[in-house]
């Protein structure tokens, strides 16, 4: 990379760490793994700069970076390896309701990847149907559908949640 062309590169890396960092969080659910996203990301950028700085929208094709990073961990090796025979337990809830951000964060957490993906980029990102099916590389239908399959299992996990809370207080 020459001189120039790496110092914007920087200048950008710098200036979108935060709404990267922000964006991998949501999807991952655990700091740690946001930032190793985020990491992976900037890298992949990094070696493709040259394409991606001609982007038209280069805050998009950076996003979707990000998010297919994401989808397609799961197909790598070291995902399968585990530190812990059990899986540790989770922190305990505090009492504030289904809307309570831990709520909400320990469901979408459940729900499958590409739905979780398709969930927070509809609905925290606000992005319009056709977009998220860009970035996914899939139809708009798959993206209606990966919604409503998502909403449905939210809702199901969510209402789990209120009737265990309600069965151990009566």
Known sequence: MRDASEQEYVDYVTARIPALRRLAY???????????????TITTLYVKWRHARAADRLDAYVRTMLVR??????????????????????????????????????????????????LVLRFYYDLPVDEVAGMLGCSSGTVK??????????????????LAGFSATT
Not at 26 to 40: F, M, P, T, Y
């Open 69 to 118: 990073t994401y989808i397609n961990e799961r197909r790598l090796a070291w995902t399968r390896v585990r530190l812990f025979r059990d899986t540790p337990e989770p922190p305990p809830f505090e009492d504030g309701g289904v809307e309570d951000r831990q709520v909400v964060r320990a469901a979408l957490s459940r729900v499958p990847r590409r739905q979780q993906a398709v």
């Open 26 to 40: 949501l999807l991952a659910g655990d700091e740690h793994r946001a930032d190793d996203l985020v990491q992976q």
């Open 145 to 162: 559908s990966q919604t409503s399959r998502g909403l449905a299992t939210l809702r199901r996990l969510l209402g789990e949640r209120e």
